[in-house]
């Protein structure tokens, strides 16, 4: 199986930080990643496919990159409603993992 | 509007089986795969089983082989899994989620783009 490992589980920032989030896989899943924002109460949201494709709909403020093992999720500048979780998740192969989740909180 | 609505969750007693349903409206069901995600209480997402457009490549993960059986009907546009043997381990929100990409695309990367509000499964006695 590939394990997703996600850095940090959790982060304190202000309205207005950038925000990183990364996602580690085990081997390389090429650009097969997704980033995922849930919200508590809610069914998880698509906000980045295939690495650093923004998904219809999701503000420009989110961004994604990498290929291969090392993955980023970024937040330009980040606004009340982004506290939440964040999920990466691999669908290279089955079982399609998701790391473990980031919780982004209010400083 | 693409809608995905579970039902069958409850409270079920360890051994006994439950079967959810996933009724899927707004898009052209039999064009997608389909897959199941649970969340336990307070943790994070868990990838269950998928299944293809036309049931023809069927996965599961190894927490649930042997136990759950996803299925579906595209002519009633339902996702189905059954869960027979329940462990308290698969106590969870249950949520059906549909790939982004269909048949036709050209390109494939299999994100999940929408998904249901879930369904919970209690696994107590």
């Known amino acids: 199986d590939i394990q997703m490992t996600q850095s940090p589980s959790s982060l304190s920032a202000s309205v207005g930080d950038r925000v990183t989030i990364t996602c580690r896989a085990s081997q390389s899943i090429s650009k097969y990643l997704h980033w995922y924002q849930e919200k508590p109460g809610k069914a998880p949201n698509l906000l980045i496919y295939?690495?650093?494709s923004l998904q219809s709909g999701v503000p420009s403020r989110f961004s994604g990159s990498g290929s291969g093992t090392d993955f980023t999720l970024t937040i330009s500048t980040l606004q009340p409603e982004d506290f939440a979780t964040y999920y990466c998740?691999?669908?290279?192969?089955?079982?399609?993992?998701f790391g473990q989740g980031t919780k982004v909180e209010i400083k | 509007e693409v809608q995905l609505v579970e039902s069958g969750g409850g409270l079920v007693q360890p051994g006994r089986s439950l079967r959810l349903s996933c009724a899927a409206s707004?898009?052209?069901?039999?064009?997608?795969?389909m897959h199941w995600v649970r969340q336990p209480p307070g943790k994070g997402l868990e990838w269950v089983s998928g299944i293809s457009w036309n049931s023809g490549s069927i996965s599961y993960a190894d927490s649930v082989k042997g136990r759950f059986t996803i299925s579906r009907d595209n002519a009633k546009n339902s996702l189905y899994l059954q869960m027979n043997s329940l462990r308290a381990e698969d106590t969870a929100l249950y949520y059906c989620?549909?790939?982004?990409?269909?048949?036709?695309?050209?390109?494939?990367?299999?994100?999940?783009?929408?998904w249901g509000q879930g369904t919970l499964v209690t696994v107590s006695s």
């Open positions: 989620a549909k790939v982004r990409e269909g048949k036709y695309s050209s390109t494939w990367y299999g994100g999940f783009d929408y």
């Open positions: 998740q691999q669908s290279y192969s089955i079982p399609r993992t």
């Open positions: 295939a690495a650093s």
């Open positions: 707004g898009f052209t069901f039999d064009d997608y795969a």
